[in-house]
């Protein structure tokens, strides 16, 4: 069963404009949420994360939304660069684990494509 | 300084192989994890170690799967008897926090091909 789920494989996007990335989650004991960013033949690097305490969370260009009750996020980069076109993972994490594994729970990811 | 490395990056094994794939995690980093990455797919946790000590192993898919970090700093992944399916990414993330290490960095992975 998936866990965390990002229901469109791809966007595109013009340059300047706002993009969007959408993830939905099923798991209530996700306390912790964050925004992984691929590009080809690398691995996963950290972009943005969120506590289930707040709702929004803002670092330059990205902002990322929390809704609980909707157990949903969303991914805001504004404005879009050509720079920004990489395959976007949502990830999930459970709250303070025995003996502190924080295993992260991966959507499908999104590739998105940033036109000039 | 140099981030997360992993070896090699591309091992094509026949049906029935073993494989050993390594991990150099950041200098200092306590916390150690491997996800296998399916085409298509976002990375699926495998396993964790804290130092040397292997605290979490319940994504390994079986039993012929098996990792270790003996020292608290390299760590090797080693599939036995590889089958078609074991075909993907195999992805080394380190952390240098024991609790709450969610921002995890990843290394660049190494794709396993078995033929």
């Known amino acids: 069963d998936q866990q965390v789920k990002q229901n469109s494989p791809s966007l595109s996007v013009q340059e300047g404009r706002i993009s969007i990335l959408n993830c939905d989650y099923t798991?209530?004991?996700?306390?912790?949420f964050l925004w992984y960013k691929k590009y080809p033949a690398e691995g996963p690097t950290f972009l943005i994360s969120i506590s289930s305490i707040k709702d929004k969370n803002e670092d330059g260009r990205f902002t990322v939304f929390l809704n609980k009750s909707a157990k949903h996020l969303s991914l805001h980069i504004v404005p879009s660069q050509p720079g920004d076109s990489a395959v976007y993972f949502c990830a999930a994490s459970e709250g303070v684990r025995v003996r502190g594994a924080q295993k992260l729970v991966f959507g499908q990811g999104t590739r998105l494509t940033i036109n000039p | 300084g140099a981030g997360v490395s992993q070896s090699p990056r591309y091992k094509v094994a026949k049906r029935g192989q073993d494989v050993a794939l390594r991990c150099d995690p950041i200098?200092?980093?306590?916390?150690l994890f491997w996800y296998q990455q399916a085409l298509g797919q976002g990375p699926e946790f495998l396993t964790y170690f804290q130092n040397e000590a292997q605290l979490d192993k319940s994504g390994l898919p079986s039993d012929r799967f098996f990792a270790e970090r003996p020292e608290g700093s390299v760590s090797t992944l080693k599939i036995q008897r590889t089958q078609q399916e074991d075909s993907a990414v195999y992805l080394c993330?380190?952390?240098?926090?024991?609790?709450?290490?969610?921002?995890?960095?990843f290394g660049p992975g190494t794709r396993l091909t078995v033929t």
């Open positions: 993330a380190s952390s240098p926090k024991r609790t709450r290490s969610y921002e995890q960095y």
């Open positions: 798991n209530s004991m996700f306390d912790y």
């Open positions: 200098s200092g980093h306590v916390s």
